[in-house]
């Protein structure tokens, strides 16, 4: 059992940067896929990107290509999320998702789940 905890949302402008933490207890989470989503009410949770377990080779939504990063640290069992150059259509709650094989595009092939951070930017 994994258990995820995101962290670091909030309001910020357009233009500017945060970074989404998630944060693991019960596993190693260098043995995990990792992928960020997003989700706006009413709508689908939408993929954002992915890092692999192991090698940690990451990949990303065209929406967000070139403007996000996603990392680990092993040695604090956490993945990151670094957003920059923000803009509005961003605004969503942002989950962290885990599964024992390799990332996925999926969000119905992820095991774990956090609660989902708001990240709201305003115009």
């Known amino acids: 059992q994994v258990q995820l905890v995101e962290s670091g949302g909030g309001l910020v402008q357009a233009g500017g940067s945060l970074r989404l933490s998630c944060a693991a207890s019960g596993r190693t989470l260098s043995n995990y896929g990792m992928g960020w989503f997003r989700q706006i009410p009413g709508n689908e949770r939408e993929f954002v990107g992915s890092?692999?377990?192991?090698?940690?080779?990451?990949y990303y939504a065209d929406s967000v290509k070139g403007r996000f990063t996603i990392s680990r640290d092993n040695a604090k069992n956490t993945v990151y999320l670094q957003m920059n150059s923000l803009k509005p259509e961003d605004t969503a709650v942002y989950y962290c998702a885990a599964r024992p094989r390799d990332a996925s595009l999926r969000n119905e092939e992820y095991d774990y789940w956090g609660q989902g951070t708001q990240v709201t930017v305003s115009s």
């Open positions: 890092i692999s377990r192991f090698v940690s080779g990451t």
